[in-house]
């Protein structure tokens, strides 16, 4: 009982910790990319006065498969959270979580493609089509990373592959397999939806895709969906190439690094168009890939 | 500890909250656009007040109609205002909607904007500078916080005065309640 | 490759204009009398006036007639020609062009509109830029815009005055 209350009380305070952590990344994000375009940007608590301001409005709901939706996806990231070691925050552990992890984000994005479903709107079709065709693109070279990981080091949960780096920090997969790290970073970029990969969402071109036809409540809440997304890539990425962290503060720290420069990069490149940003993947992160993985398993 | 005195701050809250972050939709009919981008980018950079470009209607909480309005362009912007969730805001942009500007004796364009919609506020000019939208949008933002803003509650309140306005001129217009 | 005197000396041997003018280089003016035009049209793109630039209406309320303009272009000659009519204002009645080029089928809808030619032979001359207009076409010299205007939209009110005054 005291185990079970215990459990909820971390789950809570994770969930509500990575929420606020990923709309202060986001707002970050707002300021780098503002300086980069030489402007002077938005406050860094901008997202979080975003979500208050969507609470707070009006909503029109599409109907009940719009709502569920809505909380598909939402509810996919927070589960996914479950799995995530943040630091040394970690509530289940075992066998399998990286492939757990990446099957329980396909949830949330299922979510959205529901939502976009009940909605009936053409637009938001086409931007989870985009959405669900780079999935494809970019899941097949980071599974072939995963599997080389697992391959080397015998291990699939998510804390024993961060294990396996401890000691020195020669021993990250980022200096042990740097080439591997890179296309890691470019999946990352992809997954995230930033440019040069933002093909579903594109503002001016169909409208922001999946979410054309949420306001207020909805917005908000895929707002926070985002948010948590992007800690899970991000924590994804920092305990499987820089060895993740002993405590949360230098985990949040890790964190920020590879996101500022995801948004470095995402803020120089115009948009991929689907098919040749699928074909990117395809062609050289996934090279690069099957490459390591002969090295590594030879 | 009385319950008007909860929903009253409360509502301050989300006023402020509004105030501070401003989606906008801008309705690029006139030569009014224009002056938008610059008023954007990094010249004047309106994001810093928290105001930002909204992709759709659904999304959005400030309707700018950026020049004059021909009656077919008016009825798809009923449909655009109506499609926005509440609390909205529509701004004038340019003397076309204020008194129809240089448009003034053309049989096709719209000589008064608020008579069709609630408009918060007129910025004049012909066209505004960006200078003069900043200092509008900044007013907008002090309507909202202290609450003066409720164009969408006058569109409820004299629904019919708007509709009557708007099929005189239109004819009939799709309605979905 | 004609230049402008040798394509009017074709127009003056094969149709019957009534009357033919070189404007200024590169451009050539014909007027037609409304039965010979279709055929000057057919004659014409077979002579290498292929491109339908567009055609325009002018409204003659004096003379009670409405003169449409066909502005031809020529790939081969660099020559624009423009083959002018003068139809009755009433009833305004033409022939279509659109068997000859089918995108004379807008510009006749556009005329159609604007000034309220009928198009014989086009059954496709619903509105395509007004919507419900149910007055007299725009664009015809007799219809008062002003007139028009102050029965349909209020003036705003500067303290009694009005902007117009």
């Not at chain 1, 459990?7 to 509500?16: A, D, E, S």
């Not at chain 1, 021993?171 to 970073?185: G, R």
């Not at chain 1, 949040?252 to 690094?257: G, Q, T």
């Not at chain 3, 419900?132 to 705003?156: A, C, G, I, S």
């Amino acid at each position: 009982m005291i185990d079970l209350i215990y459990k909820i009380g971390h789950f809570l305070l994770i969930t509500v910790f990575a929420t606020a952590l990923g709309l202060l990344f986001m707002g970050i994000a707002r300021k780098i990319i503002a300086r980069i375009q030489k402007r002077y940007g938005p406050p860094v608590y901008q997202p979080y006065l975003d979500v208050l301001k969507l609470f707070g409005k009006d909503a029109i709901t599409h109907g009940f498969i719009f709502d569920f939706g809505a909380v598909m996806a939402l509810g996919g990231v927070i589960a996914t959270l479950f799995f995530i070691p943040l630091g040394s925050w970690q509530l289940y552990s075992m066998e399998g979580t990286v492939l757990l992890v990446i099957y329980l984000l396909a949830v949330a994005s299922l979510g959205m493609a529901m939502g976009t479903v009940g909605s009936g709107n053409p637009q938001a079709s086409i931007g989870i089509s985009r959405a669900l065709t780079q999935m494809l693109g970019y899941e097949l070279p980071f599974l072939v990373i995963l599997f080389s990981l697992i391959f080397r080091y015998q291990t699939s949960s998510i804390w024993g592959l961060m294990q396996a780096q401890a000691g020195s920090f020669l021993n990250w997969n980022l200096f042990a397999y740097p080439m591997m790290a890179l296309v890691a970073f470019v999946v990352l970029i992809g997954m995230m939806g930033k440019k040069p990969f933002d093909a579903m969402i594109a503002p001016s071109e169909i409208g922001s895709g999946p979410v054309v036809e949420s306001g207020g409540k909805y917005l908000g809440m895929l707002l926070l969906q985002k948010s948590i997304t992007i800690i899970i890539e991000l924590a994804l990425y920092v305990n499987l190439f820089l060895g993740g962290a002993d405590n949360i503060f230098s985990f949040s720290f890790k964190m920020l690094i590879v996101w500022i420069l995801a948004t470095m990069f995402g803020s120089l490149f115009p948009r991929f168009r689907i098919e040749d940003g699928v074909k990117f993947f395809w062609k050289w992160p996934l090279g690069i890939a099957i490459l390591q993985a002969l090295y590594i398993i030879i | 500890m009385n319950n008007n005195f909860v929903k009253g701050s409360w509502q301050e809250i989300l006023d402020w909250a509004q105030n501070k972050s401003i989606n906008m939709l801008h309705y690029c009919t006139g030569c009014g656009a224009i002056e938008l981008p610059p008023t954007m980018t990094s010249r004047y950079d309106m994001s810093r007040f928290g105001i930002g470009p909204a992709a759709t209607p659904r999304q959005a909480d400030l309707l700018l109609v950026t020049g004059y309005l021909s009656t077919k362009t008016l009825r798809r912007l009923i449909y655009t205002y109506e499609q926005m969730q509440a609390p909205k805001f529509v701004v004038g942009f340019g003397s076309c909607t204020i008194n129809g500007g240089m448009y003034w004796d053309s049989y096709n364009t719209i000589k008064q904007l608020d008579k069709y919609l609630p408009v918060e506020m007129y910025i004049a000019g012909c066209m505004p500078r960006p200078e003069a939208i900043l200092d509008g949008l900044l007013k907008l933002k002090k309507m909202i916080n202290n609450g003066e803003a409720d164009g969408y509650q006058r569109y409820q309140d004299n629904l019919e005065f708007y509709h009557q306005n708007q099929e005189a001129v239109l004819g009939e217009v799709q309605r979905t309640q | 490759m004609r230049n402008e005197k040798e394509l009017l000396e074709l127009i003056n041997v094969h149709l019957e204009p009534q009357a033919v003018e070189i404007k200024r280089e590169q451009n050539v003016s014909v007027e037609l009398a409304p039965k010979n035009l279709i055929q000057a049209l057919s004659f014409l793109k077979s002579h290498s006036y292929q491109h339908l630039s567009t055609i325009s209406c002018v409204d003659w309320l004096e003379e009670g007639a409405f003169e449409l303009v066909y502005h031809l272009f020529s790939y081969d000659d660099y020559i624009n020609i423009s083959l002018k009519t003068r139809i009755k204002r009433e009833p305004g009645i033409f022939q279509t062009a659109k068997e000859i080029w089918p995108v004379a089928e807008f510009y006749e809808r556009d005329i159609h509109e604007f000034f309220g030619v009928e198009f014989k032979g086009n059954d496709n001359l619903e509105e395509m830029i007004l919507e419900n207009w149910q007055h007299l076409p725009p664009m015809r010299k007799d219809f008062d815009t002003r007139e028009f205007v102050n029965d349909q939209y209020e003036w705003r009110d500067y303290n009694g005055q009005k902007h117009t005054d």
